[in-house]
């Protein structure tokens, strides 16, 4: 009777069971329903600034727990340091990463997507020409060339990819007619172009074309946004902006020396120099030993021009703020050469304050510019022109100098160049504080 008793029991929940499931069926889940993709902008300069806020997107991105990384590539390339630390950044992420090229993807831009494990294209979008070059827009030496070429095919290799034409893209020496390289031209696909070399997975016009190929069509979108202060930080650290920064700041705080006051040169250079430390501490680069060691610097200058020394205080106030300079840096040589453009825009500036406008400012107040002059009553050596014409008799041998009587007075004097003998007659011709200058008179005179 119990396991007959038992049996109903089981039967009587399974039948409930079942109505229950016909009345109230299960939601069904939509493709990407409950995922999270992180939109991750990768737009203009390729540089130090751009990876810092990357860091900052894909550290967030995985603290949320983000399904997918999308980088909308919107860039004409950059520098290749920045690139590959991009590149490690990627690589080092578990989150399938995905290159969204909304416009164009050159250079630098062309080496990040290739890193992606999926790159997709806007209609019209370029992607491609990514040979290396240095700051004056020629062709880098053998040894970078080598390795960029080697990072490209690496690159392309990654994720199956025919690497001759991530090298085309960097070498013009190599030839593929189909896709118009005719040996001077580097290698740069069009969407439909870069679709059927392999170079692309798909075309979508937006992202919604875009989440309906990666099966997310119901995903939760997240969109990173690049802060006021990551703006800045990105345009201050571009390596053509810090030598302008801080020429700017060293010639304002030159002209400030010979301005009365403290005025515009001197709000410019203490602007410039802060912008500078500011968005490179912004993008990481510099932390609170730089604005210490700066402040040492400008401290120990000061001391320098207040209490002159031996320029001990100078030297090591100079060395202080170069110190700083390069610690906040994120290239040392970058920030070398910004150092001596700077210091030569500087010393121009002081040669011609010194020649067209003097000293002014605090400068005239560390200066001793008074001299004793005669008019001023500071006479060293009165000037005896009264004698001038007067005769005289020598007291002793002038070979040239010797001792005069004129008009009853003792005077040291001197030849016009001749000797003369003791006694002989003398005439004074000229004056010029205590030099008085006879000539021998004849006896026919």
Known sequence: MVAKAFRMSLYSVCLLTGLLLLLFPPPVQSDGEGKLVYYIPVEQTVERGLLAFMERSFEAAAEEGADHIVLEVDTPGGFVDAAGRIANLMNNTDIPITAFVVNEALSAGAYISLIADNIVMMPGTDMGSAAVVDGAGNAAEDKSQSVWLARMQDAAEKNGRDPIYALAMADRSIDLEEYRVDGESLLTFNANEALEAGYAEAIASNREELLE?????????????????????????????????????????????????????????????????????????????????????????????????????????????????????????????????????????????????????????????????????????????????????????????????????????????????????????????????????????
């Open 213 to 445: 190929f990666l099966g997310m069509e119901n995903a939760i979108e997240r969109e990173m946004e690049v802060s006021f202060a990551e703006q800045i930080a990105r345009f201050v650290t571009h390596p053509i902006v810090v030598p302008i920064l801080l020429s700017i700041g060293s010639l304002g705080l030159v002209l400030e020396l010979y301005s009365p006051g403290f005025g515009i040169p001197g709000l410019m250079g203490i602007s410039a120099l802060l912008l500078y430390f500011f968005g490179h501490t912004v993008a990481g680069f510099a932390g609170w030993e730089t604005y210490i060691l700066f402040g040492i610097g400008i401290v120990l200058v000061v001391i320098e021009i207040i209490v002159p020394g031996f320029g001990i205080f100078g030297i090591l106030g100079i060395g202080a703020i170069i110190s700083s300079l390069v610690l906040g840096s994120y290239s040392t040589m970058n920030v070398m050469v910004s150092i001596l453009i700077a210091g030569v825009v500087t010393l121009v500036a002081i040669t011609l304050l010194f020649k067209y406008a003097g000293f002014r400012g605090p400068m005239k107040k560390v200066i001793l510019f008074d001299s004793t002059k005669s008019e001023e009553g500071y006479v060293s050596n009165e000037t005896r022109k009264e004698l001038v014409g007067t005769l005289g008799e020598a007291l002793t041998v002038l070979r040239p100098s010797g001792t005069a009587l004129v008009n009853d007075e003792r005077l040291d004097v001197v030849s016009e160049g001749g000797y003369i003998e003791q006694g002989r007659k003398v005439k004074v011709v000229r004056t010029a504080g205590s030099r008085i200058v006879v000539r021998e008179v004849m006896d026919n005179e």
